[in-house]
Protein backbone atom coordinates (compact mmCIF):
# COMPACT_ATOMS: atom_id res chain seq x y z
CA UNK A 1 0.00 0.00 0.00
CA UNK A 2 1.48 3.35 -1.32
CA UNK A 3 0.85 7.20 -0.07
CA UNK A 4 2.54 10.22 -1.01
CA UNK A 5 3.38 12.95 1.28
CA UNK A 6 4.43 16.35 0.89
CA UNK A 7 7.20 17.29 2.64
CA UNK A 8 8.21 20.54 2.45
CA UNK A 9 8.61 21.06 -1.46
CA UNK A 10 9.41 17.53 -2.29
CA UNK A 11 6.75 14.93 -2.85
CA UNK A 12 7.99 11.87 -0.94
CA UNK A 13 6.25 8.07 -1.37
CA UNK A 14 5.77 5.79 1.85
CA UNK A 15 4.87 2.25 0.72
CA UNK A 16 3.96 -0.64 3.58
CA UNK A 17 3.66 -4.45 2.47
CA UNK A 18 3.90 -7.86 4.57
CA UNK A 19 7.70 -7.05 4.38
CA UNK A 20 8.18 -3.71 6.40
CA UNK A 21 8.27 -5.50 9.76
CA UNK A 22 11.15 -7.82 8.49
CA UNK A 23 12.69 -5.15 6.89
CA UNK A 24 12.68 -2.75 10.39
CA UNK A 25 13.84 -5.51 12.34
CA UNK A 26 16.94 -6.59 9.71
CA UNK A 27 17.37 -2.75 9.69
CA UNK A 28 17.65 -1.43 12.99
CA UNK A 29 17.36 -4.68 15.40
CA UNK A 30 14.33 -3.32 17.00
CA UNK A 31 10.31 -5.21 16.63
CA UNK A 32 8.23 -2.32 14.64
CA UNK A 33 5.37 -3.49 16.74
CA UNK A 34 6.76 -2.88 19.85
CA UNK A 35 8.17 1.09 18.41
CA UNK A 36 4.53 1.59 17.05
CA UNK A 37 3.21 1.22 20.56
CA UNK A 38 5.04 3.42 21.81
CA UNK A 39 4.59 6.35 19.49
CA UNK A 40 1.18 5.65 19.35
CA UNK A 41 1.01 5.34 23.41
CA UNK A 42 3.53 9.39 23.19
CA UNK A 43 1.06 10.39 20.81
CA UNK A 44 -2.23 9.79 22.46
CA UNK A 45 -1.21 11.07 26.12
CA UNK A 46 -0.86 14.43 24.09
CA UNK A 47 2.81 14.60 25.47
CA UNK A 48 6.56 14.97 24.41
CA UNK A 49 7.08 12.08 22.49
CA UNK A 50 10.22 10.50 24.36
CA UNK A 51 13.62 9.78 22.43
CA UNK A 52 12.63 5.94 21.39
CA UNK A 53 9.41 7.56 20.17
CA UNK A 54 10.98 9.94 17.96
CA UNK A 55 13.92 7.60 16.65
CA UNK A 56 11.26 4.78 15.95
CA UNK A 57 9.12 7.61 14.16
CA UNK A 58 12.36 8.51 12.20
CA UNK A 59 13.27 4.59 11.39
CA UNK A 60 9.50 3.70 10.74
CA UNK A 61 9.16 6.83 7.92
CA UNK A 62 12.64 5.75 6.68
CA UNK A 63 12.15 2.56 6.02
CA UNK A 64 8.47 2.89 4.51
CA UNK A 65 10.14 5.48 2.03
CA UNK A 66 13.04 3.42 1.02
CA UNK A 67 10.33 0.70 0.25
CA UNK A 68 8.70 2.91 -2.17
CA UNK A 69 11.75 4.98 -3.55
CA UNK A 70 15.06 2.43 -3.35
CA UNK A 71 17.10 5.28 -4.79
CA UNK A 72 16.81 7.32 -1.35
CA UNK A 73 20.27 7.42 0.41
CA UNK A 74 21.21 4.57 2.36
CA UNK A 75 21.12 5.79 5.92
CA UNK A 76 17.85 7.18 7.63
CA UNK A 77 20.15 10.36 9.11
CA UNK A 78 21.27 11.15 4.67
CA UNK A 79 17.72 10.76 4.30
CA UNK A 80 16.32 12.84 6.72
CA UNK A 81 19.22 15.44 5.89
CA UNK A 82 17.21 16.23 2.52
CA UNK A 83 14.41 18.35 4.41
CA UNK A 84 14.46 21.39 6.38
CA UNK A 85 12.11 19.94 9.05
CA UNK A 86 10.30 16.98 9.59
CA UNK A 87 7.72 17.28 11.83
CA UNK A 88 6.17 14.32 13.95
CA UNK A 89 3.30 15.96 14.48
CA UNK A 90 2.89 17.13 11.49
CA UNK A 91 3.39 13.05 9.41
CA UNK A 92 2.48 10.59 12.16
CA UNK A 93 -0.90 10.46 11.73
CA UNK A 94 -0.37 10.29 7.98
CA UNK A 95 1.96 7.28 8.14
CA UNK A 96 0.20 5.60 10.67
CA UNK A 97 -3.05 5.85 8.73
CA UNK A 98 -0.78 4.04 5.54
CA UNK A 99 -0.05 1.13 8.57
CA UNK A 100 -3.62 0.55 9.88
CA UNK A 101 -4.99 0.62 6.49
CA UNK A 102 -2.32 -2.07 5.33
CA UNK A 103 -3.17 -4.13 8.36
CA UNK A 104 -6.36 -4.30 7.78
CA UNK A 105 -6.38 -5.40 4.18
CA UNK A 106 -3.83 -8.22 5.29
CA UNK A 107 -6.52 -9.47 8.18
CA UNK A 108 -9.30 -11.50 7.10
CA UNK A 109 -11.90 -12.98 9.15
CA UNK A 110 -12.02 -17.00 10.09
CA UNK A 111 -15.18 -18.93 9.29
CA UNK A 112 -16.56 -20.45 11.95
Not at 29 to 37: A, E, T
Not at 46 to 62: Q, V
Request: charged share 35%; hydrophobic share 35%; glycine share 2%.
Amino acid sequence: MDKILTIGDKEVGFRVTASTPMRYRNRFGRDIFDDLMSIKNDFTKDENFTIKSLEAFEYLSYIMAKQYDPSIPETPEDWLDEFEAFSIYEYLPEIMDLWVRNEATTSTAKKK
